[in-house]
């Protein structure tokens, strides 16, 4: 979302971009997730957070939605790794243990549709930790991400391979998990079913 300004034709407003996303991971697309994950303060907050103060700021007097939305219920709604953003933003914590033993486990079986990822995430764990303050060991929740403002998650397909049950237990708000058990990108024993079931929300 951006601003409108003379350069777009004129149009004085916000406006949306839409870009397809390819379905297999390109390297900008996995150079994307790695940066994404590599935030050194709070994580997503730096993708989400100023766009939660812009809607603040113009849903009042004489802002671009005055009059049109309720800046004081937030839902954060994502596919796949917006998903996990979602997930983020309710207070979802990367736990690099379950990480680890979901590669493990997945080992080089070129069917398994974390595969890819595990290949580029690993070898940058440490480093991921050392970034936040935490020991390279992977036995430490990385910082949580969670904001306030956010007062209901709709993850469609969320990508929740980063996530264990204690990740999960960290999310009250309710929940709408979507998901479907014939998807091979990201499926639902390590999507939609843990976030549905270890999610503490009272309302799922």
Not at 28 to 53: A, H, K, M, V, W
Not at 75 to 82: L, N
């Amino acid at each position: 979302m951006q601003n409108g300004d003379p350069g777009n034709g004129g149009r004085d407003g916000c406006f949306f971009k839409l870009r397809m996303r390819p379905r297999k991971p390109t390297l900008g697309s996995i150079q994307t997730l790695l940066g994404f994950l590599f935030r050194r303060d709070g994580f997503g907050n730096l993708e989400y957070g100023p766009l939660f103060d812009f809607v603040d700021e113009q849903a009042g007097t004489e802002g671009y939605f005055e009059g049109m939305i309720d800046s004081e219920l937030v839902a954060v709604v994502g596919h796949s790794y917006g998903g996990y953003t979602s997930l983020a933003a309710a207070g979802a914590q990367i736990d690099p243990a379950q990480v680890k033993s979901y590669c493990e486990l997945a080992g080089s079986d070129k069917g398994e549709p974390g595969v890819w990822l595990c290949n580029k995430l690993l070898p940058h764990l440490a480093d991921m930790a050392n970034t936040v303050g935490l020991e390279p060991d992977g036995q430490e929740l990385f910082p949580s991400a969670a904001d306030p403002r956010v007062d209901a998650i709709i993850p469609m397909a969320g990508n929740a391979l980063f996530f264990s049950q204690q990740s999960f237990s960290e999310i009250t708000v309710p929940v709408m998990a979507i998901g479907g058990t014939a998807d091979q990108d990201s499926p639902y024993l390590w999507s939609t079913h843990p976030t549905y079931k270890y999610t503490s929300s009272a309302h799922k």
